[in-house]
């Protein structure tokens, strides 16, 4: 399995981005897709998954409301529109696949065993 991940730039606060992550290689029906960001000083945190199988989709929390995670199934491509963004979520954004996520561990990058590289979006104050 293959993810390729784009899409980042440099926006303003309160601007928009859409990062998106090409998937190939596999069938993907039992999969879920999972994007986590990472900066220098953190570790890599889970942003928002989307189950293949049912289109069901989590995000964590600082994110909701704000993000929407979505997928072209004819392209075998998923989408992360980024709305409303602030600084703090200047990061270097990664798309990761799996098929063995169930709930517990849809927010774990450990989980995950294909991933894309990563994809840097800089939001400016």
């Known amino acids: 399995v293959q993810l390729q991940a784009s899409g980042g730039g440099l926006v303003q606060a309160g601007g928009s981005l859409r990062l998106s992550c090409a998937v190939s290689?596999?069938?993907?029906?039992?999969?879920?897709v999972g994007w986590f960001r990472q900066t220098p000083s953190k570790e890599r945190e889970f942003v928002a998954s989307?189950?293949?199988?049912?289109?069901?989709?989590y995000y964590t929390d600082s994110v909701k409301g704000r993000f929407t995670i979505s997928r072209d199934k004819s392209k075998n491509m998923v989408y992360l529109q980024m709305n409303s963004l602030k600084p703090e979520d200047t990061a270097v954004y990664y798309c990761?696949?799996?098929?063995?996520?169930?709930?517990?561990?849809?927010?774990?990058?450990?989980?995950?065993?294909?991933w894309g590289q990563g994809t840097q979006v800089t939001v400016s104050s």
């Open positions: 989307f189950k293949w199988s049912d289109s069901s989709t």
């Open positions: 990761a696949a799996d098929r063995n996520i169930i709930t517990s561990t849809r927010t774990l990058a450990i989980a995950y065993d294909y």
């Open positions: 290689g596999g069938t993907f029906r039992t999969y879920s």
